[in-house]
């Protein structure tokens, strides 16, 4: 083996020596994050009946989404409260079904696993993602299960709000990491169906996508998300109609 080749594979080897090496920290980085977030969790302290007044979640209650721009809508949002449930580590969950359609095609279809703690706060425990291109399903990314794979639960909407705080509403890390901040409270927020007043302003962003930044205010009018703007684009989502079947 002559001189050059000798060079060659010693640099392949550094090579992958550093690369493994990176690996290994960027694994046990995510290890240590994953061990400083522990939630303590008993089933006995969860139920599927959530009556959190920012959000509510009566089975059969179906809410409607618009985003509209330049005078067209161009995105909607179909949520509804299934009548069934799904158990995930022993704890009952309700089941939030969400559809997405932009330019009026299926764009993505998830199912929310929540369930509400005896002090109120509702908990969000995983959600099955199905992802679509021209009514092709793609993936499920985005999808994650508390228990499997090192996911954990995190809080969805706190009952009582105080400004300043944080809090995960879901970890699973490298996939699945979105976090809530409390804004302001008390604010009076009008879309183009109606005013609401006493409502919850929330900042919604992830490490993961720097460009998903988003402020959200939910209603006791009627115990939800009532307007989405996208603090990036300046896109609005409103709530257009809401029905209790």
């Not at 392949?12 to 240590?32: C, E, H, I, K």
């Not at 009026?104 to 959600?127: I, S």
């Not at 954990?152 to 944080?166: P, T």
């Amino acid at each position: 083996m002559n001189r050059r080749n000798r060079i060659f594979i010693a640099l392949v080897v550094l090579l992958l020596v550093v690369g493994g090496a990176t690996l290994f920290v960027l694994d046990n980085t995510q290890r240590s994050r994953a061990a400083e977030y522990n939630p303590q969790i008993n089933p006995a302290d969860f139920t599927t009946k959530i009556t959190n007044k920012y959000f509510a979640l009566p089975a059969g209650k179906k809410l409607t989404y618009e985003t509209t721009e330049q005078g067209k809508a161009t995105e909607r949002i179909e949520i509804e409260i299934l009548r069934e449930t799904k158990t995930i580590e022993g704890i009952e969950t309700a089941i939030y079904l969400d559809k997405e359609f932009k330019n009026g095609q299926l764009v993505e279809e998830t199912r929310d696993y929540l369930a509400q703690h005896t002090n109120g706060d509702v908990w969000y425990f995983g959600e099955d993602v199905d992802n679509y291109s021209n009514g092709i399903l793609l993936n499920h990314s985005g999808s994650f299960i508390h228990g499997k794979d090192g996911a954990k639960a995190g809080i969805w909407m706190k009952a009582e709000q105080r400004v300043g705080d944080s809090y995960k509403q879901e970890f699973y890390p490298g996939h699945a990491e979105d976090t809530r901040d409390t804004v302001a409270i008390g604010e009076t927020v009008t879309t183009k169906n109606r005013t609401y007043t006493d409502c919850v302003k929330v900042y919604d962003w992830t490490p993961l996508e720097k460009d998903a930044q988003e402020h959200k205010y939910h209603c006791p009018e009627v115990g939800g998300l009532v307007l989405t703007v996208d603090l990036k684009s300046g896109s609005r989502s409103e709530l257009v109609d809401v029905v209790q079947q």
